[in-house]
């Protein structure tokens, strides 16, 4: 029965030996093409390539040509309109008799015929040029919202990078963080498999039970499946960073890693001053406050008349070549200059300026609440700096101390004068601060992206 399980237990470690061998061939295989990216290529390549930011660049193009469309209604306009006209019956004038007297002589009379007023077909080609003079400065107003309009496109490209970069950031330093964690899972399987090997060799001489030999066992199976749980994590790591940067999800991609560690003194003051001037949110803020300024210039303009110029040419005639006839000019034209003013329409208009500056005043709140914000955004980055970095130092004595205890335990373990429990809580507590040591590294690397965003700056 123990050579069964032994035996079992052979080739369940076998199997298990043979799909690591082949999981690292086939990474190595991949690693040979897989393209190494540093953090800054990573971030220049989402930029790049990334669609959330092809599409701001492209909204830009569209304020552009709001702004060209704006911008033509200072010039004026030209217009042409060739139209045909069938009357239901030619209308005629009615004959006239006069009667004419001449003294000395006989009284005589003129008679004049009936005759056409009008013709059936009528044909009628007007070209009109159009400007309009005045329109209580709505044209200016349109015309420096859609200016407007173009700032507020970039600092919404701008705003979409900041959020970007940060992401590909946190992808980066994820997929490290990762990498080091499938790390310490590997290292975690090598130590149970040796004391699995101890313990079984213990157990066939009789110095140990055989539960403490299924304790290792047990230990060993979930530290595997923990291994294998890590192995995962990677790969979705590095999914998500190809998502990023606009890649195919299972493109053969490396990170290189990054371990500096470089202590901060931030500057609460400095880079708050520093983020309230930066932030594209407060930029779009303020922005907002003038383009709703020019929206109240725009309702205010509906306070003056309108005045415009109209000038037509016509030529009209009695077939479609439009040369005149009896009844119509060869050509004519006409000249106007029009107003118009609307003197009374229930309040329509001040409540439209009073609409618009009850959201200036919304927005001026908006501002304090949005720097308020800010403040604490800077806070709390340095906050989590501050503690990444007493972390780092914390880590790095606890896992010097963690193998330190493993190896005290595994020679205690080995002169039998502890059980393999003690040896088993010392391999867990050592895997944890390797984690843990990891974590507090890139957690830095991280809180400094985090501050940086907070600052406006990437």
Same mark, same amino acid.
């Given at each position: ?60 193009? $569209? ?12 010039? !004026? ?25 001449? %003294? ?110 299924? &304790?290792? $066992? ?29 890649? !195919? ?6 990170? $290189? ?5 470089? %202590?901060?003194? %931030? ?17 779009? @803020? ?11 210039? @725009? ?93 780092? !130092? ?29 040896? @088993? ?22 809180? &400094? ?10």
């Amino acid at each position: 029965m123990k050579k069964r399980k032994m035996d079992i237990h052979s080739i369940t470690l076998t199997i298990f030996i043979l799909c690591s061998f082949l999981f690292v061939g086939v990474v190595s295989a991949d690693e040979e093409d897989a393209k190494v990216f540093t953090l800054q290529e990573s971030i220049q390549t989402a930029l790049i390539n990334n669609s959330s930011i092809k599409a701001k660049e492209e909204k830009i193009q $569209e304020a552009l040509y709001g702004e060209e469309k704006a911008k033509a209604d200072f010039y !004026p306009k030209l217009s042409t309109i060739y139209g045909y006209t069938r009357l239901d019956e030619v209308k005629r004038s009615p004959g006239t008799v006069s009667t004419i007297t001449i %003294p000395g002589l006989p009284q005589g009379t003129i008679r004049s015929s009936a005759r056409d007023m009008n013709s059936l077909d009528n044909y009628q080609w007007k070209s009109t040029i159009s400007q309009t003079l005045f329109a209580g400065y709505a044209v200016v107003s349109a015309h420096e919202l859609a200016k407007l309009g173009i700032d507020s496109a970039k600092i919404d490209l701008e705003l979409e990078k900041l959020n970007l970069v940060l992401d590909v950031k946190e992808a980066y330093f994820n997929i490290l963080k990762a990498e080091k964690g499938m790390d310490v899972a590997e290292k975690a399987v090598a130590l149970l498999e040796s004391q699995v090997d101890v313990s079984r060799n213990f157990y066939e001489v009789g110095m140990i039970p055989v539960n403490d030999l299924l &304790k290792a $066992e047990v230990e060993l199976a979930n530290t595997r499946h923990n291994y294998i749980k890590a192995q995962n994590a990677v790969k979705l790591s590095y999914s998500a960073f190809n998502m990023l940067l606009s890649l !195919p999800i299972d493109s053969p991609v490396k990170v $290189e890693d990054i371990l500096v560690f470089s %202590p901060e003194t %931030p500057n609460l003051e400095q880079y708050m001053e520093k983020a309230l001037d930066s932030r594209p949110e407060i930029q779009a @803020l303020d922005l907002n406050v003038l383009q709703v300024d020019q929206q109240i210039r @725009l309702a205010k303009s509906k306070y003056y008349p309108a005045v415009s110029f109209t000038y037509d040419y016509i030529k009209a005639g009695d077939d479609p070549s439009v040369s005149g006839s009896d009844f119509h000019d060869d050509e004519s034209w006409q000249a106007m200059i029009g107003m118009s003013w609307t003197l009374w329409d229930w309040g329509k208009r001040r409540s439209s300026v009073r609409e618009a500056e009850s959201l200036k005043r919304q927005l001026v709140h908006t501002r304090k609440v949005l720097e308020n914000g800010i403040r604490l955004d800077i806070k709390r980055a340095i906050l989590n700096l501050e503690q990444a970095e007493q972390n780092i !130092p914390t880590a790095k004595k606890a896992v010097e101390q963690a193998e330190e205890n493993l190896r005290v335990s595994q020679e205690r373990y080995k002169a039998q004068v502890t059980t393999s429990t003690e040896v @088993l809580d010392a391999q867990t507590l050592l895997s944890q601060a390797r984690t843990n040591y990891y974590s507090a590294l890139y957690d830095h690397n991280l809180a &400094k992206a985090a501050l940086l965003r907070a600052m406006g700056e990437y």
